[in-house]
């Protein structure tokens, strides 16, 4: 017997997960597609195309179709999105579904309704697309309808979306385009300019899980990493410490300091007041780096809580919505 299950989609630059009504998340994979460079054929997608990261040959690129949190190549991002919805429809029969899609706070429209049509022409029967900061409060228990200001900072791999939520709605944010994979890329030409070695994607996540810090420690860590030498072009091993990826991070750090500053310069002064009392809330792998909690405590001068589970808080906050989908199609809900 059919039946139609509405589908939550939290479409990260990273990683992608599906959430079914009444199921919670039932797929987690990484959004990274490899494809045949000779015709453009797609080979392998989420876990199968990330082991296939910097290790492919000429004739296969393996690339991720989000940049930044947006869809930077329409046609495999459409592909993607219907690869994760068969595999979760193969899981449980159903009409085609209706999909809640998680998006960026700052996206344009175009950028918006580039989602939405990926994931009609994947199999949806109608898409929704709901703001990233509304679906991480959501998820991470805030209650998003009360009069009082609630801050959510989500750092997720594309973006840093920063926003002041109350009564069911965005009442300032920031939607920085830097996150975990900015801070992997910084890491990446430290390295290549301190140490003439070159490094690739996963060395540097691994480096930045390992040892990294938002801030200065003065115990620190340290990592031995391999490489290509760039002057004689050989393998060679390597060892970073703490404050030396402290220091490749830097500006990407600053910036997320500054898209929070620039969302408490923009808001009323009654909801400063609950800030001040409340405090922010963090979510989003990227606020799993150590210390970052109190570089924006230090830097802002407001209490910063780590929210419980902050990779899965958006896709807390899409079980929680598809759920309720009526009750919240009026409300906080783009179609």
Do not use: W
């Not at 199968?48 to 040959?57: D, I, N, V, W």
């Not at 996150?179 to 060395?203: F, S």
């Not at 001040?276 to 910063?304: A, F, K, T």
């Amino acid at each position: 017997m059919f039946f139609r299950k509405n589908i939550g989609v939290d479409l990260g630059t990273v990683n992608t997960l599906v959430t079914i009504a009444g199921k919670g998340v039932i797929l987690n994979e990484p959004s990274v597609v490899a494809l045949s460079i000779e015709d453009n054929k797609i080979l392998a997608i989420g876990h199968e195309a990330k082991e296939m990261l910097g290790r492919t040959p000429d004739l296969i690129n393996a690339a991720r179709p989000m940049k930044d949190g947006v869809i930077a190549d329409f046609r495999i991002t459409e592909a993607m999105l219907r690869y994760f919805i068969d595999k979760v429809s193969s899981r449980v029969r159903f009409l085609k579904p209706e999909v809640v899609i998680s998006i960026p706070a700052g996206i344009t429209s175009t950028e918006r309704r580039a989602v939405i049509d990926a994931a009609v022409e994947a199999g949806a029967k109608s898409a929704f697309v709901v703001k990233e900061p509304i679906l991480a409060a959501l998820g991470a228990n805030i209650p998003v309808d009360s009069a009082s200001g609630n801050m959510i900072v989500d750092i997720g791999g594309g973006t840093t979306e920063v926003a002041m939520i109350s009564l069911g709605g965005v009442v300032a944010a920031n939607s920085a385009r830097v996150g975990g994979n900015k801070l992997d890329e910084a890491i990446k030409e430290y390295i290549r300019k301190r140490h003439a070695l070159v490094i690739g994607d996963q060395t540097a996540e691994k480096i930045k899980i390992e040892i990294g810090s938002a801030i200065a420690v003065e115990k620190q860590k340290a990592l031995e990493i391999k490489g290509r030498d760039l002057m004689a072009g050989l393998p060679k091993l390597i060892t970073v410490q703490t404050n030396e990826i402290v220091e490749a991070m830097t500006e990407q750090l600053r910036e997320i300091i500054l898209g929070i500053k620039k969302v408490l310069q923009d808001i009323p002064p009654e909801l400063s007041a609950d800030i001040i009392d409340r405090g922010m809330v963090l979510s989003g792998g990227g606020s799993l780096l150590r210390n970052m909690d109190q570089l924006i405590s230090r830097s802002v001068g407001v209490p910063c809580y780590l929210a419980d589970e902050p990779m899965l808080c958006v896709s807390k906050g899409v079980a929680i919505l598809i759920d309720n989908l009526e009750t919240y199609k009026n409300s906080i809900i783009t179609k």
